[in-house]
C-alpha cells in the first residue's frame, strides 16, 4: 500500500514522472490504511487548488511583487510541473481521486470502487451519486448547475458514467473515448448589467489596462461590479457605448467579461467609449508599439505606478531581498521619501518614524535588510534595475559577459547581441536605458552607496583548473560533500544536482547509489574518484 510513482496524464500517451512534487500533496496518501488491495494498481485523480486556497496564494504573491495567476486551474498545473518539490509543497494543493485501474480488483462497479478507495485512504468526493433513471442524471445536472458556486473548488461540467464493469465491457471505447463515460458541461452562466463608465489602470510596465465598472450583479455566487476589457482592439470591437447594457459571462478568470451589447437598450444620446489618448497617472501621451495589444505610457522614469512598480520589483526576494512590501512602498513614495531605486539607501530612521506601524525594532530591521542587500552579486543587481526585457536569465548572461557595469554600459547593440540568448529586443532596450541620463544617475548613485557593480573574481585566486566543467557528486567521501562542492566552485567547475548529458564528471565517492552509477555509465560520462579529483585540482 505505498505509492511508488505519479505521473500526469501528459498527451496521452505519455506524461511527466511527477512523483516528488505529488508527495508534498496532504490529502493523497503516501501509504494506505489497512484494506484488500491489489499488489498493484493504479488511481487516477483530478490535482486542484481549492478556491480559498487560491486566493490566499494570489494575495501573497501580489505583495510579493509577483505575477498573481488567473485561476487555480492554472495555478494547479503550473504548481505541479515546477521543479523543486519544497516550492511545490508551500502551494495549496489537494487532489480528488475518482478511477480505480488495474488487474486483480475485487469490486464489480465504479460505484464499489469509488467506496472503497475512500477507505483505503483516498480523498474521494463525496459529491457522487448512484442514480438509475435518467430523470435522476437531470436532477443530479440541475441540482449541480446552481450549487457549484458553492462548492470550494471549480467545476465546468460532470461526468456520467454506466456503473456496471460487465456492461462497460460490452460498451468498449471508441477510437478515442469510452462509450460508457460522457461529459456534460455547465452553460457559462450569463447576466445582463449595465455599463456605468471606464477606469484605465497603469501597471508596472506602463501598460494601460481598461476595466469596465458596472452596475451590481450577481454571477456564479459572486456580485459583479467589474468587467475586464483587456484593450483598446476589445472595446472596438464590442463598440461600447457609457450605458449599454451589456452581456456578461465568467469563464475560467477571475474577473468576468463583457461579450455582447444588447443594442436595442441601447440610448440615443450614449457616448461612444474611445480609448484614452494620456496616461491617467502622468499625463504623457500613450503609445502603441507595433504588433502589440496594449497602449503603453512611455513615461518610464516619473509615471507614478511605474516607479512604485520599479521600487517593487527592485525589493524583490530574487532581486535585493530588501524586506519590504508593497504597502511600504507605496508609503515611502507618497510621502515622497522615496522617488527612484537609489533613494532607498538614503533612507532614515526619522522618516521611516513617520509610516504607519513603524516602530523602533521595525525601522532598525528593515534599514538592515537595506544594509545587506548591498552584497547582492552584481547579476542580480542588475535583474533588480528593472530594465524592460531584462530577466533573471538574461541578466545572469549580461553579467557573465560583461563582468562589470562600465563595459556593459558602452556596450554597443552589435556587442550585445553577441552574447548568448540577447536578441534584438533586449539589445535596444539595453541600449535605451543607458543612454537616459536619468538611469546613469542612478546607477552612479548606487554604486555610490557600495552596490555590487561587477561580478565577484575569486579572492582567495584559486587558478580556474576546471574550466566551468560541470560535476554531479555522489556518495561519502573523506571530507564533507560540502566541502567537495565548495573545492569544485573554488577552482572553476560548477555542482549540479542530477546526471544528464550536459555532466561532464561524476565525482563518486563510497556507496555511490546505483541508478546514478547506471545513468553515469549509459551516457559515458566520465566517473571520477576522490583522488583523481584532487589530482584534477592540483592537491
Ligand atoms: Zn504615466
Known sequence: GVMTQAVTRGDGSQGDDVTANVKTIRSIPLKLKEGNYPADFEIRGEIIMTRSGFAKFNEKRKKLGKQEFANPRNAASGSIKMLDAKEVSKRPLDAYLYYVV???????????????????????????????????????????????????????????????????????????????????????????????????????????????????????????????????????SLDLHIGDFVKVEKGGEIIPKIIAVDLSKRKDNAEEVSFLTHCPECNTKLVREEGEAAFYCPNVYQCPPQIKGNIEHFVGRKMMDINMGEATVAALFDKGFVRNIADLFDLKAS???????????????????????????????????????????????????????????????????????????????????????????????????????????????????????????????????????????????????????KTDYVLAGDKMGPAKLKKAEKLEIKIISEDEFYKMINI
Open 351 to 501: 522618516e521611516l518614524v513617520q509610516l504607519d506601524g513603524f516602530k523602533q525594532k521595525s525601522i532598525a530591521k528593515l534599514l538592515e535588510s537595506i544594509e545587506q542587500s548591498k552584497n547582492t552579486p552584481f547579476e542580480k543587481v542588475l535583474f533588480a534595475l528593472g530594465i524592460r526585457f531584462v530577466g533573471e536569465t538574461v541578466a545572469k548572461k549580461l553579467a557573465q559577459h560583461f563582468e562589470n557595469i562600465d563595459l556593459l554600459k558602452s556596450a554597443t547593440t552589435m556587442e550585445l547581441l553577441m552574447v548568448d540568448d540577447i536578441g534584438e529586443r533586449i539589445a535596444e532596450s539595453l541600449v535605451e536605458y543607458f543612454a537616459n541620463p536619468v538611469n546613469i544617475d542612478i546607477v552612479n548613485r548606487l554604486r555610490e552607496k557600495g552596490l555590487q557593480f561587477e561580478i565577484q573574481k575569486n579572492t582567495d585566486n584559486f587558478p580556474d583548473l576546471l574550466q566551468a566543467k560541470a560535476f554531479v557528486v555522489s556518495g561519502k567521501f573523506s571530507v564533507s560533500r560540502d566541502d567537495i562542492k565548495q573545492m569544485i566552485s573554488n577552482y572553476g567547475g560548477k555542482v549540479i544536482s542530477a546526471i544528464s548529458s
Open 102 to 236: 488495474g488487474d486483480d480488483l475485487e469490486f464489480t462497479n465504479h460505484y464499489q470502487s469509488l467506496e472503497t478507495a475512500r477507505q483505503w485512504g483516498f480523498k474521494v468526493s463525496d459529491t457522487a451519486r448512484k442514480v438509475s433513471s435518467v430523470e435522476q442524471i437531470f436532477d443530479f445536472i440541475n441540482h449541480w448547475d446552481k450549487a457549484r458556486n458553492e462548492l470550494d473548488f471549480e467545476i465546468d461540467g460532470i461526468v456520467i458514467k454506466v456503473n456496471d464493469f460487465s456492461q462497460q465491457k460490452q460498451l468498449g471505447f471508441t477510437a478515442k473515448s469510452p462509450r460508457w463515460a460522457i461529459s456534460y458541461k455547465f452553460k457559462a452562466e450569463q447576466v445582463v448589467a449595465e455599463l456605468l463608465s471606464i477606469d484605465y489602470q497603469v501597471g508596472r510596465t506602463g501598460a494601460v489596462t481598461p476595466v469596465a465598472n458596472l452596475s451590481p450583479v450577481q454571477l456564479a455566487g459572486t456580485t459583479v461590479k467589474r468587467a475586464s476589457l483587456h484593450n483598446a482592439d476589445v472595446i472596438k
